[in-house]
């Protein structure tokens, strides 16, 4: 194994975070959009159908 230069490390704590910012960031967009359109007052099948898709 080679030891790794300091500009490797520097960009893998820039790249790591960030990842983990994007993989964090779309599931919670998707459950506030679901909130937000069940607050709007979404009725009948498709209130169900977001309903159900929140718990999952």
């Known amino acids: 194994m080679r030891p790794q230069s300091n500009l490797e490390i520097a960009s893998a704590r820039t790249r ?3 990842h983990l910012l ?3 960031r779309n599931p919670l967009n998707q459950i ?3 909130a937000e359109m069940l607050l709007e ?3 009948g099948e ?3 159908r977001f ?3 929140l718990e999952n």
């Open 22 to 24: 994007h993989e964090l």
């Open 41 to 43: 007052g979404s009725e």
């Open 51 to 53: 309903v159900s898709d």
């Open 16 to 18: 790591v975070p960030s």
């Open 32 to 34: 506030i959009g679901y």
């Open 46 to 48: 498709r209130r169900d």
